[in-house]
């Protein structure tokens, strides 16, 4: 059994991190000598013996894509029997889908469920299902939109990332700031996004220049309930619960790894694994937006080490001075899970979010 992960508590050196003020991510130097000094990371120490070595050179440990949208290669968008807004599957307990997935979280009974998700202590639960089918209507009308009147956007993101032994031994860690880009990317996928970092300078930063655990995709996770791929996931109305002060809708999700279109990725060295995820969403009952998104892996990915990985991501408001225009955006995400016997935690904080302008875009060139 993989040992449960304590989350948003990220261990002692994300605290002592988060203390001081993060640097800005600058590109590593070629020279070995010079990396030491220059590329911008606190308490780093060799890498551990089982994740791959580049010599003389930083090498990110693992790159994990939350979705395709991000820069992955994308899934075939014409998977058999899916055609674009086939009405999904709802949660019928006995199933034929639920047969062989009886521990996701739309099937999961209240008390495994609570224990998976500690975050679903308040809610009061419903056991009918006569109300899933027009909340998914609405919300997904809601995230359509979202996508289809995406603009290019950048903000500040500040990543506080800790990777430990199981026996809380720190082996890296790092506190960087970047410029966090998204970028729509017109074709066929209507949800499909290109996510990236650049430095201080505006300059890509490659994933697989930072040392360390690196998670991105954060602003595409919500395709899942977009209309033409709610047909990927089983759902399942869970209740309504309090958060932050404000009533929400929740609802409980699973893929359908066998027609699913958009996993998530996972990169070690030259190795690449899929997995597919479930979730749980907090939804607005009046805007039908998603204000917070739990995600866990419905099943480890072995090729890469990959045992648990879990993403909390809570989402905000954002007006831009612009046209008065207004997104729902990342206001935090983090990212907790285990990888070759080391735990990891990643915190991202996400501020002063700007649309990013045709003419940047054409000289700001992706990694």
Not at 70 to 98: D, K, T, Y
Not at 242 to 268: C, I, Y
Not at 317 to 323: A, L, P
Not at 324 to 353: C, I
């Amino acid at each position: 059994m993989v040992p449960s992960i304590k989350r948003p508590e990220a261990g002692h050196l994300a605290r002592e991190l988060a203390s001081r003020p993060a640097k800005p991510f600058r590109t590593p130097p070629r020279s070995s000598a010079e990396a030491d000094s220059n590329f911008g990371m606190r308490a780093v120490n060799q890498l551990p013996p089982c994740f791959p070595r580049c010599a003389g050179r930083f090498l990110a440990l693992a790159i994990l894509t939350l979705a395709t949208g991000s820069g992955a290669a994308a899934q075939s968008s014409n998977a058999p029997g899916l055609q674009g807004h086939e009405a999904p599957p709802f949660h019928q307990p006995g199933g034929a889908e639920s047969e062989g997935a009886r521990n996701t979280f739309v099937d999961l009974p209240p008390a495994k469920l609570l224990k998976a998700v500690p975050e679903l202590k308040h809610l009061q639960p419903e056991e009918s299902q006569d109300v899933l089918p027009q909340i998914l209507m609405r919300v997904g009308a809601t995230v359509a939109s979202f996508f289809d009147t995406f603009s290019n956007v950048t903000c500040k993101e500040r990543v506080i990332s800790a990777l430990a032994t199981r026996a809380g031994e720190v082996e890296l860690g790092y506190d960087l700031h970047f410029n966090y880009v998204a970028l729509p990317v017109r074709g066929a996928d209507r949800t499909s996004l290109r996510e990236f970092r650049t430095d201080s300078r505006g300059a890509p930063v490659p994933p697989q220049s930072i040392q360390g655990i690196v998670t991105v995709g954060f602003v595409s996770d919500l395709k899942h309930f977009h209309p033409d791929y709610q047909s990927d996931a089983r759902f399942r109305y869970l209740g309504r619960e309090v958060m932050n002060g404000q009533d929400t809708h929740v609802v409980a999700f699973a893929q359908r790894p066998a027609v699913a279109r958009h996993p998530a990725f996972v990169e070690l060295g030259e190795q690449r694994g899929t997995v597919f995820v479930q979730g749980v969403a907090w939804i607005d009952p009046e805007s039908f937006r998603i204000l917070r998104l739990w995600t866990d892996i419905l099943q480890p990915e072995l090729s890469v080490g990959l045992l648990k990985k879990t993403t909390d991501v809570e989402y905000s408001e954002v007006t831009f001075k612009e046209g008065g225009k207004t997104l729902w955006l990342p206001r935090e995400a983090t990212v907790s899970g285990q990888m070759h016997g080391y735990t990891f935690h990643n915190h991202h904080h996400y501020s002063d979010y700007r649309l990013f302008s045709v003419k940047a875009e054409e000289n700001q060139k992706g990694p």
